[in-house]
């Protein structure tokens, strides 16, 4: 890990590196750390703050009598590469821990970023700036006093273009002119994707305009030929690039405030600052970073082996089927029909597992470890089965190692693929962090690769065409027992946290992740279905009482939490919003666990059907709202595939779908989910229920509170009841308890969204967000029925009512304690955003109550409230 320029003005001293002595029972060893280091100045680039006291933790873990804690004292760590942790720097079990930590009252940040300063106006028509940055340094973001801002883009929706076999052409001729023409990106909301490729060429065409050549291959990957392997990677729906949203990263596009073009290669940024932004004085920071944190256990990430892997033997009488479409991976497999035909697989590692297929016409195998038998193992079954993991040795030393199957019994013997367990199985575990905050990574791939989306922050690798993810700020791999508690992620090109890799009872509690490019918060993987050992299974994680807004702020397809294969997963009193996809994402595999009998039922014409390890998930009390911000197809809380044991959905709140969804969403395979006790409000049209497809099956939905009967149930032995409709906001009993209980209790801000669930709406409103008019939090609710009320309780001496005045606006009542005030006026000839309508201060300090009602004009708007 590389720390680059301390702010040595935020530390007065340097504290001694050491401990407090040895104190009886659980007392715990501390460390002290600052951004100028431990003991001892650091110089510029030199890694001695974190890495130092993470090197002496190790000394001390041993003979610890209880955890060993760092405390960062308050500044900014600015690092160039995470803080890497590995097994050797685990606590030693559960309740002895090393604990990383911010020092009492003090805020401790690892900023990716590098400062800017030095702007000069280069273009005063447009009001562009230029500051100087090193050469050669790619970001992707920048932000600007903690505002993030957009690379240089086109309006939305630009005009006159149509697809050529190589990109697009349009008759402007303009785009010829534009320089750098390898860094343009062309960009594209399609359905629930986005996709990215940079472009290779802008050229006159024939006819006088533009030809924009995009990058070839990523021009295949996301158009000519979409990855589809199919369950239980992808569904059958592949929307590609085959339109423009927008054109970003041009220094021609530059003129709007708050967009930057950054010049790698001469080494200047370009910014358009906002109003009210002076860039003398201006907190101008420029990612560099990838990644803050690595907590990484062994072995790294696990992923099967295609049946053809060049270090596989087949020896006798073996064929090789292609296009069974059958679940297969890579769709194909080697297969014998006689007794003592052998597969042989010599690979470095402690264990290795064997994929198979399990059918009645399969028979058994023995199996040998470097010559030696260890087991007989069976392939028959009265189901055809997929992908099943036949074989499965762990424990070996690690070393290079033979494994042979041999047939010898049965028709057939099938190979479809094997995954090499490389290292032990070793996590890393009893690691804590509390109050630290993590800002400012960049993510550059796409950059060069494209965005090759497949659904929810899930992609497929550019070159492989395999799964890969949004990488993280804050990376967990192979961990045990790591908690976040206390947490604020924040501004990052990357998505938030990861819990990765199989991953085991750990957890996120109290936490903040907001402003993130890509999911705030990941659990599990997409590519360990077919798992049988519990040591190499996502199991036991929790996110609760935490708080995940804005993910998705660069690639809209990324989601609040995801929420891969897994058992045991808790998503508890969690408040995720203003999500520009779903808010929460749990589960893959599509139809891949539902039987051939119902995947036929849906009209599909082969049957993959293979088995999954995910079950007893738990997703309770969220409060989840103002979603599905720019793609459709997704809703506040979307399930995906099947499970193996049941999982609960219950008491969570439901609000505010932006551009139209399904409020709860269980699609494609999804079973055995009990859903209930949940309240849907400001569902805007949508639907409250939605099981589309047979596929989904053997779910109970009971007991719900919803403002609309608007549902569909498709599915197959759905244990269903209609929810108790609620059209006007007057919940009964059951349903605003489970509204006061939603989320990770009251918040201690001063301004409230028009979402916050202590405003209560009566009458006939709508949520609308998005709409880009200077609302806070960019959403209001409104209605066109006078009469109708927003009430909201309160604990200060004052409170302000954010609204917006206009022309279409009218006269609102205001009762405050019971008591009317006099009556204010919304109606403006012009609008104005964010308006104090009423204001009152200087109340008794304690509870109060403030009511506004609608009176006249067409439109009543609620944008939110500030407490004093």
């Known amino acids: 890990m590389r720390i680059a320029t301390a702010v040595a003005h935020l530390v007065t001293a340097a504290i001694a590196l050491g401990t407090l002595g040895a104190i009886p029972g659980r007392a715990p060893d501390i460390l002290y750390t600052s951004p100028t280091g431990s003991g001892r100045s650091c110089s510029n680039y030199d890694p001695c703050a974190l890495d130092t006291a993470r090197d002496q933790v190790r000394t001390l873990v041993p003979h610890a009598k209880g955890d060993v804690v760092v405390q960062l004292s308050g500044g900014t760590y600015r690092l160039t590469s995470p803080l890497q942790l590995g097994v050797q720097d685990s606590g030693t079990g559960p ?3 090393v604990v990383y930590q911010a020092a009492p009252g003090q805020t401790p940040v690892l900023s990716g970023a590098q400062r800017v300063t030095g702007f000069t106006q280069v273009d005063a028509a447009k009001n562009i700036y230029r500051a100087q940055v090193p050469k050669d340094v790619d970001s992707r973001e920048l932000f600007v006093d903690g505002v993030r801002a957009d690379r240089a883009r086109s309006a939305n929706n630009p005009g006159g273009f149509s697809v050529t076999s190589t990109g697009f052409t349009t008759s402007d001729p303009a785009y010829t002119s534009w320089t750098n023409t390898p860094g343009v990106e062309i960009v594209q909301n399609n359905a629930w994707k986005q996709m990215r490729c940079p472009l290779a060429s802008i050229t006159a065409s024939a006819s006088g305009g533009s030809d924009l050549t995009v990058d070839p291959a990523c021009w295949n990957n996301n158009h000519s030929s979409v990855p589809n ?31 930057f073009y950054l010049d790698s290669a001469a080494g200047q940024l370009y910014y358009v600052p906002r109003a009210g932004e002076d860039l003398t004085k201006a907190d101008v920071e420029l990612p560099v970073a990838p990644e803050l944190l ?3 256990g062994t072995p790294g990430h696990l992923a099967p082996l295609n049946d053809n892997d060049w270090r596989a033997t087949y020896t006798g009488a073996w064929n090789v089927s292609n296009g069974r479409h059958l679940g297969d991976l890579g769709d194909d497999v080697h297969y014998t029909q006689t007794n003592g035909d052998a597969f042989s697989y010599t690979f470095t590692g402690t264990g290795i597992q064997v994929l198979s297929e399990t059918d009645a016409s399969e028979g058994n195998a023995d199996v040998y470890v470097d010559g030696k038998k260890v087991q007989t193992v069976s392939g028959n079954g009265p189901t055809r089965l997929a992908q099943q993991a036949m074989v499965s040795i762990t424990g070996l030393t690690k070393a290079k190692h033979t494994v042979r199957v041999v047939k010898t019994s049965g028709d057939y013997l099938l190979i479809d693929g094997m995954t090499v367990i490389p290292d032990v199985i070793a996590p890393v575990h009893d690691v804590a962090f509390t109050g630290l905050t993590f800002a400012y990574t960049t993510w550059n791939a ?13 992609l497929w690798d550019p070159t492989t065409r395999t799964p890969i993810r949004i990488p993280a700020a804050v990376q967990v791999h192979r961990g045990s027992r790591i908690s976040f508690t206390g947490d604020v992620v924040q501004h990052t090109g990357t998505s938030g946290i ?21 999911g705030g918060v990941s659990i599990g993987e997409v590519d360990d279905y077919y798992q049988t050992q519990p040591s190499l299974m996502t199991s036991g994680n929790t996110v609760s009482t935490s708080v995940v807004q804005r993910p998705g702020q660069e690639y809209k397809d990324a989601v609040g939490i995801w929420v891969g294969h897994s058992r045991g997963t808790t998503l508890s009193h969690n408040d995720i919003g203003y999500t520009p996809y779903s808010g929460i994402s749990i589960g893959w595999g599509w139809g891949w666990a539902s039987d051939c009998t119902l995947q036929a039922k849906q009209g599909l014409p082969n049957c993959r059907h293979g088995t999954t390890y995910t079950g007893g998930n738990h997703v309770v009390g969220n ?8 793609l459709s197809d997704g809703g506040p809380v979307y399930t995906l595939g099947g499970e193996a044991s049941g999982s609960e959905f219950d008491g969570n709140v439901l609000g505010e779908c932006i551009g139209g969804c399904n409020m709860i969403y269980h699609d494609e395979g999804s079973s055995l989910w009990n859903t209930h006790d949940n309240v849907v409000e400001f ?17 109970s939905i009971h007991d719900n509170y919803t403002d609309t009967d608007r549902f569909n149930n498709n599915g197959t032995n759905i244990a269903f009841k209609p929810s108790t409709v609620v059209p006007d906001g007057r919940w009964p009993a059951p349903a605003q308890a489970i509204i006061d209980a939603a989320g990770p209790g009251k918040t201690t801000g001063k301004v409230l969204d028009d979402d916050d669930l202590r405003i209560g709406y009566t009458g006939s409103w709508s949520s609308s967000g998005s709409r880009g008019l200077g609302d ?37 009542g205001v009762t405050l304690d019971g008591a009317a005030q006099p009556t204010v006026s919304a109606n403006t000839a012009q609008r104005q955003s964010q308006h104090p309508l009423y204001s009152v201060s200087g109340l008794a300090a304690g509870p109060h109550t403030l009511t506004v009602t609608k009176l006249s004009g067409t439109y009543f708007l609620v944008d939110g409230f500030t407490v004093q």
């Open 683 to 699: 569902s805007n049209g949508s639907l409250w229920l939605n099981l589309w497809t047979p596929s989904i099956h053997d779910d």
């Open 294 to 296: 690595d907590v990484a």
């Open 229 to 259: 392997p199919s369950f239980p990677f992808n569904g059958a729906g592949l929307p590609s690039l085959d339109g423009i949203t927008w054109l970003e990263n041009s220094y021609q596009l530059l003129g709007t405030p708050g967009q």
């Open 446 to 458: 796409p950059t060069t690769q494209g965005y090759i989306d497949n659904q929810a922050g899930v």
């Open 95 to 97: 309740g002895h821990q």
């Open 623 to 630: 409060h989840v709202h103002s979603v599905m911000g720019t």
């Open 776 to 812: 806070l939090d960019n959403g209001v609710h409104y209605t066109q029925q006078n009469g109708d009320s927003a009430t909201i309780t309160f604990t200060g001496t004052g409170i302000s009512f954010l609204t917006e005045t206009n022309s279409d606006e009218g006269d609102v």
């Open 498 to 518: 990861d819990l990765a890799d199989q991953t085991q009872n750990s957890s996120v509690t109290g936490s903040s992740i907001t402003d993130t490019s890509g």
